[in-house]
């Protein structure tokens, strides 16, 4: 099977056009604009761990300046295959945000499923602190969905192979 055949295909696949990118774009960003706001107006509100309302405050910045860098020109790798250095710059940092947000997911992981079920009643004593409910609640499901679209993505990506084996062997097309 000709692996440059297959390259060839999947460069050659038609863009959206923009008006869908930049749709896509907004809606992405609804997500952390939501993070922000609800850490921020619960900062104070999580005695329990206090790293939770700052945990999606910073997850949603950085998830806005990565979607931001992402519709900058720059961030495009040029067609006619010349080099651009602003788009190794834009790529080194587009890297280094993406590694960052990893390390804060897994810190995030471990405040907010380190307290599983906390105490959400602000009346109780010392002894127990609590964690507001939509804000706990919000981290955990934000949290939990990662998960869940990670899995959605390698099963379908594990499925979408299974598929590319077995119709592959079918084309007589790939012996040339």
Not at 60 to 82: I, K, N, R, Y
Request: aromatic letters at 12%.
């Amino acid at each position: 099977m000709s692996n440059t055949r297959l390259i060839r295909q999947i460069r050659s696949t038609p863009q959206p056009p923009t008006p869908v990118l930049a749709i896509s774009k907004l809606v992405l960003c609804v997500l952390p604009i939501a993070e922000i706001a609800i850490g921020a107006i619960h900062l104070n509100d999580c005695p329990r761990k206090p790293y939770i309302p700052i945990y999606l405050i910073v997850l949603g910045v950085f998830a806005l300046v990565l979607a931001l860098l992402s519709c900058l020109p720059c961030a495009q790798e040029p067609e006619d295959g010349t080099t651009n250095p602003l788009y190794r710059v834009c790529a080194t940092w587009n890297s280094l945000i993406s590694s960052f947000l990893f390390c804060w997911f897994i810190c995030g992981n471990v405040w907010i499923y380190s307290i599983y079920k906390p105490n959400f009643d602000k009346t109780t004593t010392a002894m127990d602190p609590y964690c507001d409910r939509t804000l706990y609640l919000f981290a955990f499901w934000i949290t939990t969905l990662v998960y869940i679209l990670f899995g959605v993505i390698l099963v379908g990506g594990c499925l979408v192979l299974v598929c590319f084996c077995m119709c592959g062997r079918a084309d007589a097309d790939d012996d040339v």
